[in-house]
Nanobody
Framework: EVQLVDSGGGLVQAGGSLRLSCAAS????????IGWFRQAPGKEREGVSA????????HYLDSVKGRFTISSDNAKNTVYLQMNSLKPEDTAVYFC??????????????????????WGQGTQVIVSS
């Protein structure tokens, strides 16, 4: 059974940092893509960052480039999202999602939530101004 457990959210002041973790089990942790998505109240879920183990590529939403960094620790079956210089507009519930193997449809993208098969339960991030 595939399980994703995301954690690390919290309340932080603008300009602060948080590191989110996505601990995975139940699939081969050397052949996957994991994405981080977020959903703010009243808004659609959007892709923030993704990593593909097969080619090591990383991907970022334009608004988080230079502030967020995605990384993986295969020994711990965990993907991290380091979030620096946080802004109030980063406030949302953050979810990690996985697809294994990392095969996407012809029109799919790393930020298309329908490309992912497994989801974590979400972790709340609140950035105060």
């Amino acid at each position: 059974e595939v399980q994703l457990v995301d954690s690390g959210g919290g309340l932080v002041q603008a300009g602060g940092s948080l590191r989110l973790s996505c601990a995975a089990s139940g699939f081969t942790f050397d052949d996957y893509a994991i994405g981080w998505f977020r959903q703010a109240p009243g808004k659609e879920r959007e892709g923030v960052s993704a990593i593909n183990s097969s080619d090591g590529s990383t991907h970022y939403l334009d608004s988080v480039k230079g502030r967020f960094t995605i990384s993986s620790d295969n020994a711990k079956n965990t993907v991290y999202l380091q979030m620096n210089s946080l802004k109030p507009e980063d406030t949302a519930v953050y979810f990690c999602a996985a697809v294994s193997p990392p095969v996407f449809s012809e029109d799919g993208s790393y930020f298309d939530l329908y490309e992912y098969d497994y989801w974590g339960q979400g972790t709340q991030v609140i950035v105060s101004s």
